[in-house]
């Protein structure tokens, strides 16, 4: 490891949000000169401790140290300013401006006190053939880029600061091989120039490549720090594990045969999804998992008829099927359900009532002809209240007002209401408490025994293990494993989630010798 | 010269519902000139932009809270309370002149500004701090001229609502039948008056880094904020700019008719005139899109439709179908472009 000192070095520092601890008491520096990988499960603290460096967010405690001096960075400029520049995913580009306009956004040369577009197009041409991006026109609005493109004008903006610290955050996770290649050369340049470079990344050939410096962290703490080499993969994925598994489950049901329900194979969507193929079987609860952003996401939503240009076959019960719309998909014949992404926008009206929300995708259930019948409406949100268990004061209070957890049931029982087939649940329990997860799971597995077949995205391992029947992994928009019975385990799932295969083998043997 | 070529073809194809409404701007009048019996007439150019003036201004001043994603709904009344300054200070010696032209312009500005603390300070959603704000404008131009009239400087009238040689004449600068002044002399001053202000504002102003915050904050206001633009000061800008482009129309219209006149109903109509101008021209309801040269084009287009009525002999009682119709249709066609979203889920977005 380098002797020279840290360009940047963070001690004692904590963050909370809330009651949650997204990072605990941590200390960590980066030296002049390196490439450093940050390692981690999700939700691991990584983008936490990512944007505290970069001035997104502020610490709860601690000291943040640059060049040895004490710094308090109170935004992404300031931060900037001081050499710290995170390349964020996409998130920073105006989608209406010009791709030069984009790359000197804050800071655009000048002429006569107005941006002097000439020069700004001189340099900002400079700047993309430093990262052999010659063919995008800084003319170009960024929205008329492709996804990869606009990921390296990103980067072209962040060398326009030029930076000390580089923080890449999954920087290559959308980029073609060919440009990732480009990205490699140019972190060995700016190793050569001095630049620490902070690489978050899931692909652990990308970081045994790159990387000299490794660092785990996991449940919000910095675990250990390590130069390339004195780990083997094996090790490093048990650094990442280790973690106490804090919710019950309910009992494993038997594994049995089951008749298909519902097959897909080769589904493809855009970059997504790369040809999946699954099967899942009537009354069972199957697992999707793997890292963030490989597709599951998407699945789900092909499933339910909101993407737009989908290609393969989707089978229920044998008759193909086509989802136009989510309109279409929840009803006969082929009743899915799905529980969104984020409860607040895709999930619930917050101002609407609890009620209104409860009943909003069932309506036709609870009307006589084209007026709803506010008896119907009553009997059946006392049923899903009480079904769920769902603690509130009145029906008719906005349902805004209930908890976390409580706003998740709500959304559950609302899709309930519809009576499904097949339940599509988006990672249902992020974000609430131990409590309602495990009246979720109970619920899941009621649905299971009740002959509905559910497909659960879920970011957290444990609940895959815990859960479900079968885990299916995804990476890069295809299955990369199957497993079930006594494969499910986090070390088999983080490895296929990672795309390395051996580890689960040697992790087999270990077992087995032991 | 390929490089050239190609940058004209980005250059239209990332402007283009500026492009096209500019190409129905040109078309639909060398058609009206070819049916007018005095068409192609320094007289009849005269006579359409001096009618045009106010709208053209009132809807540049609705474009730039429109970039930002807002709506204006106090131009019309803040070009209003303009015109009854106006019609009050805009006479006397030429000192008292232009001091009352000024007083004119920064009353709108300084409207324009208070909408702007309004929204960034007070948090409130432009539409509805427009409406209260607007509400205010009209009663204190009520109060200004509880009824119409006033008397602007009758020179000033004739000499910037008719042609250069006129202009020259009135004030005798300089030998208004010089040859060298011959062949510009036919140029109508409301055009000239037009083209400089907006273009001599705009186009600097869109190349400040407050300028292009605006359009950055229309597009995405939290990459704005990510990359640590200035948005409290460009949307301050942004309004304070609406009132001052709003006063412009109202002192016009101010010295154009030699009077003032606080009427509710007109400006309400000049509002939503103006709305429809700006999205004619281009520029996104959304906001990022679009700019002040568009709303130019989309208000001189809706104007052009009006004349329109006069030279056919439609019955004028047509004419709020018609242009209903018109917008209806140019709108539709810039929403086309949703068709090709696949992810609808990002529609809502």
Known sequence: MSKLAPIMRLSGISKNFGATHALKDVDFSCRPGSIHAILGENGAGKSTLIKIMSGVLKPTSGNLYIDGREASLQSPTQAASKGVVCIFQELSLVPDLSVAENIFLDSPPKKWGMIDRKKQRVAAQALLARIKCEDIDPSELVKDLSLSRRQMVEIAKALGKKPKVLILDEATSALSSQDVETIYDLLEDLKCEGVSSLFISHKMQEVDRLCDTLSVFRNGQHIET??????????????????????????????????????????????????????????????????????????????????RGVEGKVEIDGRAMTMRSPASAKTSPTNFALVPEDRKTEGLMLEMSIADNLMIASLASISNGPFVSSTKERDAVAK??????????????????????????????????????????????????????????????????????????????????????????????????????????????????LNIGDVLEDEKRETFNA | MPELKKNMRLLISQNIGFTAATIILVVLWLLYNFLHPRGFSSAVLIQNTNESVAIVFVAIAQTLPVLLGGLDLSVGAVMTLANCVASVLVSGTPFQIILGMMITLLTGTAFGLLNGLVVVYGRIQPIIATLATGSIAIGLALFIRPQPGGDVDGDLGWALTNDLYELVATYGWWDADAGWFAPISWFPVPLLIILVISFGIWIPFKRTIT?????????????????????????LAAFTLAGFFAACGGLYLAIQTSSGNADISQAGSYTLNSIAAVVLGGTSLLGGIGGAIGSLVGALLLRLLAFYFRILSIDPLLQPLIEGVVLLVAVSLGALRTLQTKNRLRLFR
Not at chain 1, 233 to 239: G, S
Not at chain 1, 261 to 275: A, F, N, R, T
Not at chain 2, 224 to 231: K, R
Request: proline share 3%; net charge neutral; charged share 25%.
């Open chain 1, 384 to 497: 899903g209240i009480k079904k769920l268990q769902i603690k509130v004061g009145s029906a008719k209070h906005p349902v805004s007002t209930l908890s976390g957890g409580n706003q998740q049931k709500v959304v559950i029982a609302k899709w309930l209401q519809t009576n499904p087939n097949i339940v599509l649940l988006n990672d249902p329990t992020r974000g609430i408490d131990v409590g309602t997860k495990q009246e979720i799971y109970k619920l899941i597995h009621e649905l299971a025994e009740q002959g509905k077949s559910v497909l659960l995205y879920s970011t957290d391992y444990a609940e895959l293990i815990g859960c479900c029947d079968r885990v299916a992994i995804m990476y890069e928009g295809k299955i990369s494993a199957e497993l079930e019975g006594d494969e499910v385990s986090e070390a088999a799932i983080l490895s296929a989630a």
């Open chain 2, 211 to 235: 300028g292009r915050t605006v359009y950055a904050i229309g597009s995405s206001e939290s990459a704005a904020f990510m990359s640590g633009l200035p948005i409290d000061r460009a949307k």
């Open chain 1, 226 to 307: 390590f130069a390339k080499g004195e780990r083997s993969d094996e090790e490093i994925v048990k650094l990442m594990i280790g973690r106490s598994v804090d919710a019950q489950y309910p009992d494993k049901r038997p594994l049995i045969k089951r008749e298909t329900q519902l097959s897909i194979s080769d589904l493809k969507w855009g970059g997504e999804l790369q040809g999946v193929t699954l099967k899942l079987g009537k009354g069972e609860i199957l697992g999707l998992g793997g890292l963030d952003g490989q597709g599951q996401k998407e699945l789900l939503l092909a499933l339910f008829g909101v993407l």
